[in-house]
């Protein structure tokens, strides 16, 4: 199709400065809300990342690493996690920073223990005030026993996301997803009677011996099963993941082309449509009736969005911020007493505002008009005018009387259409190193 693509999720913004952040600059930045964004409060939403998994899948980009073998660092990160809950809490915690959404993922969160799944769920209704909220908590089948489905019931928990990847055996087998797909699809049944509010699934396309009849099959499946949400996301090589070094390797064939790619993607989006789901993000499926708080509060380009857990992105006060990637230096931060935010982005200027409002708005698939022109006191075509106009001369956005859409070129190029906002940050960078900073989340 003649664009380049950004494969990782353009979300992140204002981009990080390439210095470290020190525990104690940390938490003077961080610790205490203090409201940037015009017009907030804005709903705040929270994820959770824990870094740990049973098994690794080939093409993972994640952080993360296998339970088995390293249960002692399990429960020094559980302990840590505990008290970077605790650190936030000490201000976030007050009544009127209420927490509209929780997610935790990874990695894998049901690679940890009931009990340790128990006290971090303790930990956040002991800080928080959870009432009302919605809670998400990603599940492998390989290892959500039941009795880790009912502590999530038990505390509060509405959602449940598994990352299913493709019910092909074959791909399974290939890619060392965990478990045949029947095992898959059973544990999905049983899943329904603990009756959460909503149950989601993600499917990987695009994979190097994939077929699209088999990727429309797994799309149908999930669809008949009733899903309450369904994600699709394109498979990605990156250079340090196992599928890629495969692939380097290997003689056989590589991942298909963009334009096979977009082709799949374009009929599994038409297919839901029609089996009753409406978008939600570039990416997510929700049955007609049913959003996802945690999706709305992060990809609305307004208020603070706080992140715990190893290598976790949030947004705060203005500033963009990423934890250490690094378990035992995470560990060791907060038995200091310190929050483990490594990298940080300098404070967001009046221009980053209006662009962070759009950037994200488009991942979510649209931004509308009125919320935009009432937060910058000026409307969205006058402050971008340039930028929409060329992007709808691609075919990657349409104008509508309450909103700008993407189409269905956008949503797969959905990368390029937030870039495309970044102007305050890549005027006069060439695109290749473009491409490289935002793959980085840095500032050139």
Same mark, same amino acid.
């Given at each position: 199709m003649?664009?380049? #693509? +950004?494969?990782?999720?353009?979300? #992140?913004?204002?981009?990080?400065?390439k210095?470290?952040?020190?525990?104690?600059?940390?938490?003077?930045?961080?610790a205490?809300?203090? +409201?940037?964004?015009?017009?907030?409060?804005?709903?705040?939403?929270?994820y959770?990342?824990?870094?740990?998994?049973d098994?690794?899948?080939?093409?993972?980009? +994640?952080?993360?690493?296998?339970?088995?073998?390293?249960?002692? !660092?399990?429960?020094?990160?559980?302990?840590?996690?505990? *008290?970077?809950?605790?650190?936030?809490? *000490?201000?976030?915690?007050?009544?009127?920073?209420?927490?509209?959404?929780?997610?935790?993922? @990874?990695? /894998?969160p /049901?690679?940890?223990?009931?009990?340790?799944?128990?006290?971090?769920?303790?930990?956040?209704?002991q800080?928080?005030?959870?009432?009302?909220?919605?809670?998400?908590?990603?599940?492998?089948?390989?290892?959500?026993?039941?009795? &880790?489905?009912?502590?999530?019931?038990?505390?509060?928990?509405?959602?449940?996301?598994?990352?299913?990847?493709?019910?092909?055996?074959?791909?399974?087998?290939?890619?060392?997803i965990?478990?045949?797909?029947?095992?898959?699809?059973?544990?999905?049944e049983? !899943?329904?009677a603990?009756?959460?509010?909503?149950?989601?699934?993600?499917?990987?396309?695009? =994979?190097?011996?994939?077929?699209?009849?088999? =990727?429309?099959?797994?799309?149908?499946?999930?669809?008949a099963?009733?899903?309450?949400?369904?994600?699709?996301?394109?498979?990605?090589?990156?250079a340090?993941t196992?599928?890629?070094?495969?692939?380097?390797?290997? &003689?056989?064939? @590589?991942?298909?082309?963009?334009?096979?790619?977009?082709?799949?993607?374009? &009929?599994?989006?038409?297919?839901?449509? %029609?089996?009753?789901y409406?978008?939600?993000?570039?990416?997510?499926?929700?049955?007609?009736?049913? /959003?996802?708080?945690?999706?709305?509060?992060?990809?609305?380009?307004? @208020?603070? #969005?706080?992140?715990?857990?190893?290598?976790? =992105?949030g +947004? $705060? #006060? @203005?500033?963009?911020?990423?934890?250490?990637?690094?378990?035992?230096e995470?560990? *060791?931060?907060? %038995?200091?007493?310190?929050l483990?935010?490594?990298?940080?982005?300098?404070?967001?200027?009046?221009? %980053?505002?209006?662009?962070?409002?759009?950037?994200?708005?488009?991942?979510r698939?649209?931004?509308?008009?009125?919320?935009?022109?009432?937060?910058?006191?000026?409307?969205?075509?006058? $402050?971008?005018?340039?930028?929409?106009?060329?992007?709808i001369?691609?075919?990657?956005i349409?104008?509508?009387?309450?909103?700008f859409?993407? /189409?269905?070129?956008g949503?797969?190029?959905?990368?390029?259409?937030?870039?495309? =906002?970044?102007?305050?940050?890549?005027?006069? $960078?060439?695109?290749?190193?473009? &491409?490289?900073?935002?793959?980085?989340?840095?500032?050139?």
């Amino acid at each position: 199709m003649g664009v380049t #693509n +950004y494969d990782v999720a353009v979300m #992140n913004y204002p981009l990080f400065e390439k210095g470290r952040l020190s525990g104690e600059e940390a938490n003077k930045l961080f610790a205490r809300p203090r +409201y940037t964004d015009i017009g907030g409060p804005w709903p705040v939403s929270l994820y959770i990342h824990i870094p740990f998994c049973d098994s690794l899948c080939d093409f993972c980009v +994640y952080n993360r690493m296998l339970a088995p073998g390293n249960r002692g !660092l399990v429960q020094e990160f559980v302990d840590a996690l505990i *008290r970077e809950i605790a650190l936030y809490a *000490r201000e976030w915690g007050k009544a009127e920073n209420k927490l509209d959404a929780v997610f935790i993922g @990874g990695g /894998t969160p /049901t690679a940890l223990s009931a009990s340790q799944l128990e006290k971090i769920l303790q930990a956040l209704h002991q800080c928080f005030d959870l009432h009302g909220s919605e809670m998400t908590v990603e599940c492998n089948p390989l290892n959500a026993t039941r009795e &880790k489905l009912a502590v999530c019931k038990r505390y509060g928990v509405t959602r449940i996301s598994t990352g299913v990847q493709s019910f092909q055996n074959s791909l399974r087998k290939s890619h060392h997803i965990a478990k045949r797909a029947e095992a898959v699809a059973k544990w999905l049944e049983e !899943l329904r009677a603990f009756h959460f509010d909503d149950e989601s699934l993600d499917l990987l396309y695009g =994979f190097p011996d994939g077929e699209e009849v088999g =990727f429309l099959s797994d799309v149908k499946r999930a669809a008949a099963m009733k899903m309450g949400h369904i994600s699709l996301y394109k498979l990605a090589a990156f250079a340090y993941t196992t599928l890629y070094k495969k692939l380097l390797s290997s &003689k056989g064939e @590589g991942l298909p082309d963009d334009e096979s790619c977009f082709a799949m993607f374009q &009929k599994a989006h038409r297919l839901l449509l %029609q089996k009753g789901y409406i978008l939600q993000s570039a990416q997510e499926y929700g049955i007609k009736g049913k /959003t996802t708080r945690f999706w709305d509060a992060t990809y609305d380009g307004f @208020g603070d #969005n706080l992140a715990m857990g190893v290598s976790s =992105f949030g +947004y $705060v #006060n @203005g500033y963009c911020y990423q934890n250490t990637n690094d378990v035992r230096e995470y560990i *060791r931060r907060l %038995q200091d007493g310190c929050l483990p935010v490594e990298r940080c982005s300098l404070p967001i200027t009046p221009e %980053q505002l209006r662009e962070r409002a759009v950037i994200l708005g488009f991942r979510r698939g649209y931004v509308l008009r009125e919320p935009f022109a009432a937060a910058f006191g000026t409307p969205l075509e006058r $402050v971008f005018g340039e930028t929409v106009e060329k992007l709808i001369a691609q075919g990657l956005i349409e104008e509508h009387r309450e909103r700008f859409s993407l /189409t269905e070129k956008g949503l797969y190029y959905q990368g390029n259409v937030s870039a495309a =906002f970044m102007l305050s940050v890549f005027e006069g $960078v060439s695109p290749l190193k473009k &491409k490289m900073c935002i793959g980085a989340h840095e500032m050139p």
